[in-house]
């Protein structure tokens, strides 16, 4: 693929192979995690996306088609080798909204869920004059249905807040096993609407580095893990994981 292009020869392709699946689950707990996955109980399987461009030198490569395959479908035992074809690529193009650090600390015994949001960086700038007012929202969800929600304070004029701000759920043992826990990032604006920066979610559901956390969390019960994350689009996540109606609090409940 590399090398001066014999004459006429306008369009070179760069084909992205994906790595290999890495899945080594380090314990029991990530092992069901894992094969629940694989089996497709949660709805959402883990996925090889290989994309074809057509190379620039000097800009953007143009992304052509793609072919997305779920590993679920793949049989392991053989090798394949078959013609598909491409597809449309997916509408969610990477966009760069910035980085969230949390920690997370479960105690089955006691029933508490600590979450512990840090720091961001480089969010996205959603202001005029380059800049945001970022503050951060906390939401549980209980079998995909609105639960509890908390929010840090905001910090004014900063792409790179520090907030060190504790929020504690109470969540039974039965109840971790089927709750969702959404991260997302916002820009307060005094005027108009506050603006969606960026968005995560954890839980059974999740997938990926998420998926990787919440498990850290569940297989070392009363240690906090504190982990990284890139922030997804609040599209993009909720095209994942759709929340129905808020639970009503149990005294509006009727009797
Ligand atoms: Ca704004
Ligand atoms: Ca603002």
Redesign the pocket.
């Known amino acids: 693929m590399s090398g001066t292009p014999p004459e006429g020869d306008v369009q070179r392709h760069l084909v992205r192979m994906p790595k290999p699946p890495q899945l080594t689950p380090l314990n029991v707990e990530e092992q069901r995690l894992y094969s629940k996955l694989l089996q497709g109980g949660s709805g959402l399987h883990p996925m090889s996306v290989m994309q074809v461009f057509d190379f620039n030198r000097f800009h953007k490569h143009n992304i052509i088609g793609e072919l997305r395959l779920q590993l679920c479908n793949v049989d392991w035992n053989h090798v394949i080798e078959e013609w598909r074809d491409l597809a449309e690529p997916a509408k969610f193009e990477e966009e760069n909204l910035g980085e969230i650090c949390f920690s997370m600390r479960y105690v089955p015994s006691a029933g508490k869920l600590t979450v512990v949001i840090l720091e961001a960086r480089n969010l996205k700038s ?2 005029v004059g380059g800049s ?2 970022p503050y951060v929202k906390v939401q549980l969800a209980l079998d995909k249905r609105k639960w509890k929600k908390k929010k840090t304070c905001i910090k004014k004029k900063t792409l790179n807040p520090y907030y060190n701000e504790s929020f504690v759920f109470d969540v039974s043992f039965d109840q971790i096993q089927r709750v969702n826990l959404v991260i997302s990032v916002w ?3 005094a005027v108009t609407r506050n ?1 969606a920066i960026g968005k995560i979610f954890l839980g059974c559901d999740a997938a990926g580095n998420q998926l990787r956390h919440w498990a850290d969390m569940l297989s070392n019960p009363r240690r906090p893990v504190a982990q990284w994350h890139s922030l997804l689009s609040s599209q993009q996540i909720n095209s994942s994981l759709t929340l129905k109606k808020k639970i009503p609090l149990a005294s509006k409940l009727p009797l």
């Open positions: 959603m202001d945001s007012d820009d307060h604006d603006d």
